[in-house]
């Protein structure tokens, strides 16, 4: 995993897809906490925030070097664990929400877009959202998206591979940024320990950034406004943003190659 200086609580695990499939496999495992302090912490934030909603979420057990790490112990010397593998569990979205004043240990597992177009000449761009006050976290700042919870699928689906994931993320784009994802690559897995977040990152095409930019908006109430900034100029954005622009974001930011540094 790899953390960037002046970036605390993230870490990016980098995907190389040569290196192995990339998939989530869903365990059954039950959960057991005081539900009474869960139910009165939720109580207080459904209070100050009538827009959440209790519905089901993918939880993080272990990331992809947590699973290949026990497989290697439990397997032969000449197994080879599935290097991009995530275990996951169903769970409640305020087991997620309740943090930190009820330590659950949930981590939500999500997707994150990081959506490319090229102008005429060539020139990279990419969608950047500024979030809504109202979001559970990182209430009004920059971010690469959209990015969501994995939606949870029937309980007969126990894995999901990469191209499942993606088709997740290209609905997820649609309903928050109005526009369609033509290809995506999973790049890496970004870790967040402040929002307790796993989110799986995809680069996605888009289309021509004229075309895109005649159809992205803010879709929905999750972002206030949306905006293209060609890839070049991310640095200086960076620099003179930095408090205004979600950690997990600045740090893809150099996991993509568009700041350099450590």
């Known amino acids: 995993m790899i953390a960037y200086r002046g970036i605390p609580q993230i870490e990016i695990i980098p995907i190389r897809l040569g290196d ?7 365990t059954k495992d039950a959960r057991e906490l005081n539900s009474s302090a869960v139910d009165a912490a939720w109580a207080k934030l459904l209070a100050d925030n009538p ?13 992809p070097h947590e699973v290949a790490r026990e497989a290697a112990i439990a397997l032969s010397a000449k197994a080879e664990p599935l290097f991009y593998e995530i275990l996951a569990r169903q769970d409640r979205f305020a087991m997620l929400a309740v943090q930190p004043q009820v330590q659950t240990g949930v981590r939500i597992l999500s997707v994150t877009g ?34 969501g919870g994995l ?32 290809a995506g690559q999973a790049v890496a897995i970004a870790r967040d320990h402040k929002a307790m977040s ?59 190659g568009w700041i350099g540094g450590a």
């Not at 192995?20 to 869903?26: D, F, K, Y």
């Open 20 to 26: 192995g499939p990339l998939r989530v496999v869903i």
């Open 51 to 63: 827009r959440y909603f209790d519905g089901p979420i993918l939880s993080v057990l272990q990331l």
């Open 114 to 147: 990081v959506l490319v177009a090229k102008d005429a000449v060539g020139r990279e761009w990419v969608l950047m959202g500024k979030r809504a006050g109202a979001t559970r976290v990182y209430g009004g700042m920059w971010e690469l998206g959209p990015s």
């Open 151 to 182: 939606a949870v699928p029937p309980a007969s689906i126990t894995s999901m591979d990469h191209d499942t994931i993606l088709a997740h993320l290209a609905d997820e784009v649609l309903e928050e940024s109005a526009l369609h994802v033509r």
């Open 198 to 256: 796993d989110d799986v990152v995809f680069v996605c095409d888009v289309g021509t950034l004229e075309e895109a930019s005649a159809q992205a908006h803010a879709a929905n109430w999750e972002y206030e406004q949306v905006r293209w900034f060609a890839t070049d100029s991310i640095e200086p954005f960076d620099t003179a943003n930095e408090e205004r622009i979600i950690p997990p974001t600045r740090a893809l930011f150099r996991a993509l």
